[in-house]
């Protein structure tokens, strides 16, 4: 178990596969934990340096006061990547870890060479959406919202499995505070413009079934950067790494081969 104490927040991270190889930093979803990656981890190049990390609020990190500023969950990537040492490093980002890779992208190009924008966009559903996400958790409980979120996130025959379970539980234990801070920062982030602006290359992933981040939404904000390939995974919803994780790796082992961060 890794972590890194910074002033405001401690991070948890982990660090997989060659540690002198090339580096792929994964940042996972509203409501998950590092655990997101495991089956597309697995599967992909031993080669690679594989770096996952649990975001403010969420698994194994502290969970500071909320609300949070989507500019200090950028920080937050900012500053474990300058712990590690890393530089030049592809960025996978789900969801909120999408938005946190464009507005890392932005901020820093010496730290990313090319992104990854899976399920995710440049501006999430309406600040309003947010404000009662947050009054029904604060009231209620992540419990009281699960199935709704569940819906979106799966499509329906992986919600008849048995490994659905463990991801209704990895959703509903995760801190509230963390969950409103993450809310709060998805709710004030608009990155059209300064996504717009991004010329470095990128991979969209979206899945067929996603109720969250349709795939319409996420090609929109793929197509603000000139020559981004967006694909689609069918039979998979907001989470595609955890439904089609062979799909989702060969989407990610072609892009990294593609762009020259893994040999041909």
């Known amino acids: 178990m890794k972590m890194v104490e910074f002033e405001d927040v401690a991070l948890h991270y982990r660090i997989d596969g060659d540690p002198d190889g090339a580096p792929v930093v994964f940042a996972n979803s509203l409501g998950t934990d590092l655990r997101l990656w ?33 500019g200090s969950l950028v920080r937050d990537a900012e500053r474990l990547l300058d712990h590690l040492d890393l ?3 592809v960025f ?19 730290l990313v060479r090319a992104i990854v924008l899976s399920n995710t966009a440049a501006r999430i559903g309406q600040p309003t959406m947010w404000e009662e996400r947050i009054s029904a958790v ?22 008849d499995t048995s490994e659905f379970a463990g991801w209704r539980h990895m959703l509903t234990r995760q801190p509230v505070e963390g969950y409103a801070g993450c809310c709060a920062a998805i709710a004030g982030t608009d990155f059209y413009t300064p996504t717009s602006g991004l010329r470095l290359p990128c991979l969209g992933i979206a899945g067929s079934e996603d109720g969250s ?5 996420v090609r929109e904000t793929v197509n603000l950067i000139p020559g981004a390939r967006f694909e689609l995974i069918r039979r998979a919803g907001h989470l595609p790494c955890v439904e089609q994780p062979d799909a989702y790796a060969r989407l990610l082992t072609d892009f990294l081969r593609e762009i020259g961060h893994i040999a041909r």
């Open 213 to 217: 981040t349709p795939p319409d939404l």
């Open 92 to 110: 996978v980002g789900l969801s909120i870890g999408g938005m946190i890779a464009q507005g890392l992208a932005v901020k820093r190009l010496d």
């Open 38 to 70: 495991d089956d597309v981890v697995d599967r992909l190049h031993a080669g690679l340096k594989l770096v996952r990390y649990d975001k403010r609020g969420h698994g194994l990190s502290s969970a500071p006061p909320a609300p949070y500023a989507m």
């Open 87 to 89: 530089r030049d490093c």
């Open 138 to 159: 604060r009231a209620g409980g992540i419990e009281a919202l699960a199935d709704s979120i569940l819906e979106r996130w799966f499509s329906r025959p992986f919600r």
